[in-house]
């Protein structure tokens, strides 16, 4: 029988710590009750959405329809040689959890993505990235089943049409499809370090040899420097992407601010730090009753207690209205707000 629940709080399923309500909450613990929730049409009739770890979404009000919850739990190695392994892992496995076992277990590609709130079975869907890796450079292939029609998916890398924080499980499969499990492939022997991000080579030296372990210890030691435990203060991250510009207003920008620090995403577009966009507009530290932003990283909007999804999302818009104002940049939202 399905785990189904009534005016359930979602306090304790998202990050932000909103006190929103759903009307329905169904915990899915394995591939039979995913079947019988399809099978019994539970969500023809209704709206629905699909929560993980809550880690990147903002309710602005309580959710009326259901909340699907994937609780399914349990990590295959599929395949492996000397130099890889190709590895199943559930979708409700907390990502943590599983970077933390890779690295125990000598798998590499994933440790710069230690400490990372949420679910594996969110990772792709937001093309997690972070410290110079994103997450689709060791995805295979991205199973589960499409709402519509009932039946089941896997899509290999390039289908899922990856790209900066996004793939096709936010565009064109959007709230059409539920993320079971993902495979993996990871290196066993021959590892690629990525240690080019600002900071993170003297951080790893510091713990000795380079090596997972050591990556993996000086990523949680950088981001809990300039990061916010959500178990201590709400939030979500990143509220904002880094926005993506052109060649020609790079140039502009950085003949006006020298300082601005920007990166070549690709040929002709440039990469700008949000985080410095908000900072230089007076935001960093910002507070308003339970509401504000981080003293430590301006790109980090923080629920203090009891703050309403209303009144984070008010203080985003605050921002996104004073970059524009100074600078002609539109930042987007890197977090899903659900009405």
Not at 283 to 290: F, I, L, N, S
Request: aromatic share 10%; hydrophobic share 40%.
């Amino acid at each position: 029988m399905l785990q189904i629940e009534e005016l359930v709080s979602l306090k304790p399923y998202n990050t932000f710590g909103v006190d929103a309500r759903a009307d329905y909450l169904i915990t899915l613990n394995n591939d039979e009750d995913v079947k019988r929730l399809l099978r019994e049409n539970y969500l023809r009739a209704n709206r629905f959405f699909i929560l993980g770890g809550g880690s990147n979404v903002l309710f602005v009000g309580n959710y009326k329809g259901i909340v699907i919850h994937p609780g399914m739990r349990g990590i295959k190695v599929l395949s492996e040689d000397d130099n890889h392994v190709e590895v199943w892992v559930a979708a409700g496995e907390d990502w943590d959890n599983f970077v933390a076992y890779a690295v125990a277990q000598g798998w590499g590609g994933i440790e710069n993505l230690s400490g990372i709130p949420g679910q594996v079975g969110s990772a792709p869907i937001q093309n997690i990235g972070a410290y110079g890796v994103e997450v689709k450079d060791t995805i295979l292939s991205v199973e589960g089943y499409m709402l519509d029609n009932h039946e089941s998916f896997r899509l290999n890398n390039f289908d899922c049409e990856f790209g900066y924080r996004t793939s096709i499980f936010k565009t064109r499969l959007a709230g059409r499809c539920l993320i079971t499990a993902v495979v993996f492939r990871l290196t066993r022997n021959d590892h690629h370090y990525h240690l080019s991000y600002q900071g993170l080579s003297k951080a790893v030296e510091a713990y000795g040899n380079v090596n997972l372990t050591n990556i993996r210890q000086a990523v949680l030691l950088t981001r809990n420097s300039k990061l916010p435990d959500p178990q201590k203060i709400g939030n979500a991250g990143s509220f904002f992407k880094n926005p993506v510009i052109g060649q020609g207003k790079a140039f502009l920008l950085k003949s006006e601010y020298p300082d601005i620090p920007m990166y070549e995403h690709e040929k002709g577009k440039y990469k700008l730090s949000a985080a410095w966009l908000i900072e230089k507009c007076g935001w960093k530290g910002y507070r308003k009753d339970d509401v504000g932003v981080y003293e430590k990283q301006a790109l980090v909007l923080v629920n203090y207690g009891s703050a309403s999804g209303e009144e984070i999302l008010e203080l985003g818009h605050q921002i996104q209205q004073s970059v524009r104002e100074k600078f002609d940049i539109d930042l987007e939202m890197e977090v899903n707000v659900i009405a």
